[in-house]
């Protein structure tokens, strides 16, 4: 933090459960030390965000649990500023027989999230993991922040993204705009940036 760190990104969340942590990330830290983390960060003032990688082997029941916690940990600190829901692509992985999720569960996955997650205020949508047509879609499922410009990303397009590399703020704000929402610039931590 003295040397200028901000925030906490949400990446590595995946899903909570065990069960699936260990089949599909046994690599990373488990879901408490994941928690533990994010709880230090925002005793210590800092604000974090928080990822649910669905769509592959989790069930219902696990999605939900992985809320549940992300809702409690708010509940006891009020760190976590957004929600991402980051849709499983096959691709390239050792998962690759399983579909991608259908446009039907990554909206419902998104209103679900707005319901379960009053208490967090942004539900974000992950352009490059849902597609372009499909974030707009979600402005109208709960959702009121779509990903950013995005200069560089690897992991998802090495997966199949078939989303463009980048999109310009002018593409993004017409993208809102075409969806009948109000484009607002905002910086890391929600601070309205004015034009």
């Known amino acids: 933090m003295a040397a200028g760190l901000d925030s906490l990104p949400g990446g590595g969340a995946e899903v909570f459960a065990e069960r699936v942590r260990r089949k599909i990330c ?3 830290c488990g879901a408490d030390r994941w928690l533990a983390i994010h709880r230090t ?3 210590l003032g800092m ?3 928080v990822t649910m990688l669905y769509g592959h082997i989790e069930t219902c029941e696990e999605r939900i649990d992985h809320m549940l916690r992300v809702r409690a940990l708010q509940d006891e600190t009020g760190g ?3 929600f ?3 849709a499983f692509h096959p691709d390239n992985n050792q998962m690759h027989k399983l579909p991608a999720p259908p446009a039907s569960e990554t909206l419902r996955v998104h209103a679900v999230a707005r319901l379960m997650l009053d208490n967090v205020a942004h539900v974000k949508a992950f352009w490059v993991a849902t597609g372009v047509e ?3 879609t979600s402005l109208w499922f709960g959702v009121d922040d779509l990903d950013g410009t995005v200069q560089e990303e ?3 397009h090495m997966a199949g993204a078939r989303t463009p590399a980048m999109m310009t703020t002018r593409e993004i704000q017409a993208l809102i705009v075409a ?3 109000t484009p607002v610039e905002r910086d890391t931590l929600y601070n309205v940036i004015e034009g």
């Open 179 to 181: 969806a009948r929402r």
């Open 80 to 82: 976590f500023q957004a």
């Open 134 to 136: 499909l974030a707009q």
């Open 26 to 28: 046994a690599d990373k």
């Open 47 to 49: 604000r974090s965000n």
């Open 41 to 43: 960060a925002h005793h």
């Open 154 to 156: 690897k992991i998802y």
């Open 84 to 86: 991402i829901p980051l």
